[in-house]
Structures are given as C-alpha cells and as structure tokens.
C-alpha cells in the first residue's frame, strides 16, 4: 500500500524558516518523480518543486526561486522541502506527490502558517 506521510509544519514568522518531510512506502521510492505542491485557501493546488528519481534534477516554481530546496534522500524514502525566507503568502497545506508513468499518489498534506 502506497504512504505519503507529510510532517514538519507549523506556524512560523515571516522570515522564518521550516523543513518539511515526505516519509514515502509501498513503492519503489527511487523509480518515481517526486514533488511538492501546495494549496491555499480558495486557491488551487499548485506545483511547488520537483525532483526526478536520482535527485539529479530539480525544478522550483518561480514564486519560490531562491527560497525553496527540494532534495531527496533514497536511502532513507523521504523527500525534503527546505523553505527559508518565508512569507506570509506561502500560507498554505503543503502535499507531497509520486509521479511515474500516469501514475501520481498524494499525501494528506500538512499546513504551513507563516503569521506574526
């Protein structure tokens, strides 16, 4: 069975910094494509970062350029969100995504507050 598990949100000040993690299981973690979109309120979800199976490629939404890391650790089937500089409207639930062939799996997400 295919488990997305998000963690590491929380509230955080502008200019603050938080790492979220993505616990994956029940698939071949390295075979598959991996990203980060987000979601906030009365919006749509939208692509965050991603990050090809080996790690070796990445991409990262513009809004978040030079802010946001996404790295990967196959060793241990968890991908990372690194977000550095926050803002307030990076508010939103984070969720994790497997991606492989016309397949796409999804985590439940985690919220993400930045506030004063």
């Known amino acids: 069975q295919v488990q997305l598990v998000e963690s590491g949100g929380g509230l955080v000040q502008p200019g603050g910094s938080l790492r979220l993690s993505c616990a994956a299981s029940g698939f071949t973690f390295s075979s598959y494509g991996m990203s980060w979109y987000r979601q906030g309120l009365g919006t749509e979800r939208e692509l965050v970062a991603s990050?090809?199976?080996?790690?070796?490629?990445?991409n990262i939404a513009g809004s978040v350029t030079g802010r946001f890391t996404i790295s990967r650790d196959n060793a241990k089937n968890t991908l990372y969100l690194q977000m550095n500089s926050l803002k307030p409207e990076d508010t939103a639930v984070y969720f994790c995504?497997?991606?492989?062939?016309?397949?796409?799996?999804w985590g439940q997400g985690t919220q993400v507050t930045v506030s004063s």
């Open positions: 995504s497997a991606q492989r062939e016309g397949r796409r799996y």
């Open positions: 990050i090809s199976g080996t790690g070796t490629s990445t």
